[in-house]
């Protein structure tokens, strides 16, 4: 008999639910005696000592269900070592209700910080086995993310929406993409959407560079052009700011766009507008190819389980399916490398990065 507990954690995903599928199934399937509980809303209900039990009929018809059955939440690492406004010491909270469930794993699905919080547990002895969700690709230890697919679907989708508008009124677009402090998911749906602009946080823009590269456009009779622009974005200058410094500056401003979009209207004379389609990018159905890596890596994860080798995260690397200990996933982080050649190609097509 084994007792596994399921926790997703972080900002949701389109195939959180595929990713749960996959590991139940799997378990269902090798194991004759599994039970299955739900610790709800992510490590608040791990502290808290919030759950529901899961039956295999919980996991049918979610593959194709965003977000999660189980609720998340964001739980910040640097609080987790601090105790909360009653004085409770939320490690021993989440080791003690681990051993109260007496759960011989727990399945914890999430991104950036949630892995900080993962390896935590793993080295306070839990069994832990990770899952790499986000829709932002940015973690380190795995080709790809499940969610990122989906993401750039959306954003994709809005930045070709906004290519006949903008045709017709001739207007200059910035599509803002999100992404957190890295570009992939910018990059990918400016390049799928023929952005003729992208601007992401590992390249730091020039905005004259910006504006001669519109300017050239109108000049080859090309009445509009799109920017697909990273929440992240950081000009040259900016780049050299504090993070203080910046959040201050940023108040001005809805977001990043509508700095850049003052900017560029203030020297072209150009009538610019604003898409912002937010979290509508982590909504919806999970894509076919973010199926597929969730059925996998929830199979994979259940493997770990089966074979009782803990503390790793299932991560894709070259296509396969490898696991990956937590201590080299904690505390980094995978960014765009301006140097790596998916860079020189959208470069070679004509994109402008602004440096
Ligand atoms: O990490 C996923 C993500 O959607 C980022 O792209 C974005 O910066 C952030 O979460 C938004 O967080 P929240 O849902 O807490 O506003």
């Not at 001739?170 to 998911?185: C, D, K, P, Y």
């Not at 500056?249 to 020297?267: H, L, Q, R």
């Not at 996998?296 to 299932?314: H, P």
């Not at 996933?329 to 470069?347: F, L, Q, T, Y």
Request: net charge neutral.
């Amino acid at each position: 008999m084994k007792r596994i507990g399921f926790l997703t954690s972080g900002g949701d995903c389109q195939s959180l639910n595929a990713t749960m599928r996959g590991v139940a199934k799997t378990l269902y399937e090798k194991i004759e005696d599994v039970e299955i509980i739900g610790v709800l809303d992510g490590y608040k209900g791990l502290i808290y000592g919030n759950y529901k039990k899961l039956n295999p009929r919980d996991f049918s018809g979610i593959l194709t269900e965003g977000g999660t059955i189980i609720g998340t939440s964001r739980q910040p690492f640097k609080l987790m070592r601090e105790p909360d406004e009653n004085g409770m010491d939320k490690v021993k909270a989440m080791k003690n209700n681990y051993a109260k469930w007496k759960l011989d794993c727990l399945v914890i699905l999430g991104g950036n910080g949630t892995h900080k919080t993962a390896n935590l547990l793993s080295e306070e002895g839990l069994n832990v086995v990770t899952c790499p969700k986000t829709i932002d690709n940015d973690l380190y230890g795995t080709d790809m993310t499940f969610g990122f697919q989906s993401a750039v679907n959306i954003a994709t989708a809005a930045i070709d929406n906004i290519h006949t508008t903008a045709s017709s009124h001739s207007r200059v677009f910035i599509v803002e993409v999100m992404g957190h402090s890295v570009g992939w998911l910018t990059l990918h749906a400016g390049i799928a959407g023929g952005a003729d602009i992208v601007l992401i946080p590992e390249i730091p823009y020039d905005i004259d560079k910006v504006v001669d590269a519109i300017n050239k456009r109108t000049e080859q009779g090309k009445k509009f052009s799109i920017l697909a622009v990273a929440e992240g974005a950081l000009s040259k200058e900016d780049v050299k700011l504090s993070k203080k410094d910046i959040k201050k500056k940023m108040k001005m401003y809805p977001s990043v766009s509508y700095m850049i979009g003052a900017e560029i209207e203030e020297k072209t004379g150009q009538e610019i507008r604003i898409m912002v389609p937010g979290h509508t990018q982590r909504g919806g159905i999970p894509c076919p190819y973010d199926r597929v890596i969730s059925s996998r890596l929830g199979a994979a994860a259940a493997e770990l389980i089966i074979k009782e080798k803990y503390g790793y995260m299932v991560g894709i690397r070259n296509n396969e399916i490898v696991p990956v200990p937590l201590s080299e996933v904690a505390g980094k982080i995978k960014a765009v490398n301006p140097d790596s050649s998916i860079i020189r190609e959208a470069k070679n097509l004509g994109i402008c990065f602004g440096d």
